[in-house]
């Protein structure tokens, strides 16, 4: 018997940053997903594959997380005492973990669910949602678990991490999503903001507090589906993303691209910057030569698995 489970990318709409500090944020989920199949064995070894990434072998006895399946590792690590006999995975992914969709979530969300589904275990969505945020915090020590949130439920989620709080709206939209062509790995762009901040805690804890009214009044404008008001949050919360030192010219150009399009309500950075994408609401579309499209769309699905 084989069991598989798959997981979607995410995107942050609002609350980056401050939703580490235990403000909401607001993250949708998009039509690009994570698929992990898993094949019990007979023995005790562990074969992960992917095209991506290559092969990793190990056994029950010598679990441990290492790059770069440290994700995957981490969520077979979190079911360890229930682990008797090893397995095959594979892992197939519709985008590259170089753009930051949220792969790290996807992946790992898709991982516990196909264990759970090997086991037998009903998994409550906040649960999962537990899960994946303490794997995620165990392999990089640092993550807020709004994108595993948007992973588990799918849709627009508002999200909050103490107390944790996901509420799920079933509502999509059209986005314009545009790579800056590198990313900065989020625990090295979450660094340089408190290195920057190091002898200015005032005025971070100001700044952090604005982007959490932010993700407030936005999952209040979701709740009554005023888009309109929505991208003028996004592109008001861009301005806090440039005071805590994350934006950069190519950025700025991006944004200054997708402003120009009249089918574009706001827009600003999406995850923790330095690179990586710029998220427009609305239906737009990509010009000039620094612009690199990514053809994403919001999606309802969440975490689906199956045995087979």
């Known amino acids: 018997m084989q069991f598989k489970a798959s ?19 607001l993250v949708c989920a998009i039509n690009k997903r994570i698929t992990v199949s898993l094949s019990p064995r007979t023995d005790q070894q562990v074969m992960i594959y992917s095209t991506d990434l290559g092969t990793y072998t190990t056994s029950l006895q ?9 994700f995957v590792l981490g969520a077979f690590k979190h079911y360890q005492s229930k682990l008797r006999q090893g397995c095959d995975v594979t892992i197939e992914t519709d985008f590259s973990d170089q753009i930051g969709l949220g792969s790290s979530a996807a992946v790992t969300v898709a991982t516990l669910a196909v264990l759970a589904t090997w086991f037998n275990t009903k998994v409550a969505p906040l649960d999962l ?12 020590g640092v993550g807020s678990g709004a994108d595993i949130a948007a992973s588990v439920y799918g849709g627009v989620v508002g999200y909050q991490s103490q107390p944790l709080y996901a509420e799920k709206f079933s509502v999509t939209h059209p986005i314009t999503v545009l790579y800056a062509g590198f990313k900065t790995p989020t625990v090295v762009a979450i660094q340089s903001v408190r290195d920057r901040f190091h002898h200015h805690a005032h005025i971070f804890q100001h700044i952090c507090h604005s982007i959490g009214q932010c993700a407030s009044d936005g999952i209040q404008a979701i709740r009554k589906n005023e888009w309109i008001k929505l991208g ?12 805590l030192g994350v934006s950069m010219p190519i950025l700025r150009e991006l944004l200054d691209n997708l402003r120009s399009q009249s089918g ?3 827009a600003k950075i999406s995850g923790s910057g330095l690179g990586d ?7 737009g579309f990509s010009s ?3 612009t690199h499209y990514v053809p994403v769309e919001m999606t309802m699905h969440g975490v689906l698995s199956e045995k087979i």
């Open 288 to 290: 000039g030569s620094a």
């Open 7 to 25: 997981a979607p990318g995410s995107l942050m709409l609002l609350g980056e940053y401050a939703v580490l500090h235990g403000k909401q944020a």
């Open 62 to 70: 010598q679990l441990k997380i290492e790059k770069p399946f440290q």
């Open 277 to 283: 994408c710029v998220i427009g609401l609305g239906e």
């Open 264 to 266: 574009i309500l706001g």
């Open 232 to 243: 003028e949050i996004m592109s008001m919360q861009q301005g806090m993303l440039e005071a």
């Open 129 to 140: 949602i537990r899960q994946g945020r303490h794997v995620v915090n165990q392999v990089q």
